[in-house]
C-alpha cells in the first residue's frame, strides 16, 4: 500500500491482459499496480519486495500455475495479500481448486473494467463475497455429495451458524445486520468469530468449508450475484 493508495501486483502470462488491467486499475485514485509478473514463479520474490494488497492472478500460467503459487504465497508469507484468481471461464475446475487454495475470490478475463476495480476493492473490504451465485455454481461441481460434518468440532453458536449461512447466499455484512436486526459491529463480531474457529482466512475460504462439509448446500436457492 503507497499511503492510502491499494497496491496490486499482476500475474499473467500475457502481455496484453497485464497491460489492460494496469490501465483499468491506474485510473483509479486509490489504486496502483506496484509491479507485474509473467509467471508464478515470479510472486514470491515481487510480493516480498513490493508487499501488494492484492494479487490478481492468472490460473493456467507455464511453469508455476496460480493454484500452486497461490498455495506457496499464503503457507510461506506471513502478512500475505489478497489473492483474486482471473480466469477465461468461470466453470474451469482450476477456479474452485485455486479457492480451496486460498484465493479470496476470482474473475472472468472478459469482466467489465467497473467489475474489475470493485473485486479489488470488495477483497480487500473483506465485508462480502465475491460473486458468490458463481462460486455456489462452482461448489454444486467440485464439493463433495456427502456431508462430511467437518463443521461439527467448531462450535459455532446458533447465531453464528446463521451468519454463515447467509455469508455463503452472498450477504455483505451490512445486509446480514439487516436481515437479522443487528447492529454492524455486532454482525462483524460473529463474522470474527465464525472465521476463528472454522480457521479461515476469510469469508470466501469459511463459505468454501460450510459448503464441503454438507453444512450449507450449493444447490440451495440463494441470493446474490
Not at 477465461?88 to 467489465?112: I, Q
Not at 455463503?168 to 459491529?185: D, K, M, W
Request: proline residues 4%; charged residues 25%.
Amino acid at each position: 500500500m503507497d499511503g492510502d493508495r491499494i497496491g496490486v501486483l499482476l500475474v499473467d502470462d500475457e502481455q496484453l491482459v497485464r497491460t489492460g488491467l494496469r490501465a483499468i486499475l491506474e485510473s483509479e485514485p486509490d489504486l496502483t499496480v506496484v509491479a507485474e509478473a509473467a509467471d508464478g514463479a515470479e510472486v514470491p520474490g515481487l510480493v516480498s519486495r513490493h508487499r501488494p494488497d492484492v494479487v490478481l492472478m492468472d490460473v493456467r500460467m507455464p511453469t508455476v500455475d496460480g493454484i500452486r503459487a497461490t498455495e506457496h504465497l499464503l503457507s510461506t508469507s506471513e502478512f500475505p495479500p489478497k489473492v483474486v484468481v482471473v480466469t477465461t471461464f468461470e466453470n474451469d475446475d482450476y477456479v474452485y481448486d485455486a479457492l480451496r487454495a486460498g484465493a479470496s475470490g476470482f474473475l472472468l478475463k472478459r469482466a467489465r473494467p467497473e467489475e474489475i476495480v470493485a473485486a479489488v476493492r470488495t477483497v480487500l473490504a473483506g465485508d462480502s463475497l465475491l460473486f458468490p451465485a458463481a462460486i455456489r455454481r462452482l461448489a454444486a461441481r467440485n464439493a463433495p455429495g456427502t456431508a462430511r460434518d467437518a463443521l461439527s468440532g467448531a462450535r459455532l453458536t446458533e447465531r453464528e451458524a446463521e451468519v454463515l449461512r447467509l455469508m455463503a447466499s452472498g450477504l455483505s455484512n451490512v445486509e446480514i445486520a439487516e436481515r437479522l436486526f443487528l447492529g454492524l459491529q455486532t454482525v462483524k463480531t460473529h463474522v470474527g468469530n465464525v472465521l476463528g474457529k472454522l480457521g479461515a482466512r476469510d469469508r470466501t475460504q469459511a463459505v468454501i468449508e460450510a459448503y464441503e462439509s454438507g453444512f450449507v448446500s450449493p444447490l440451495d436457492g440463494a441470493g446474490g450475484a
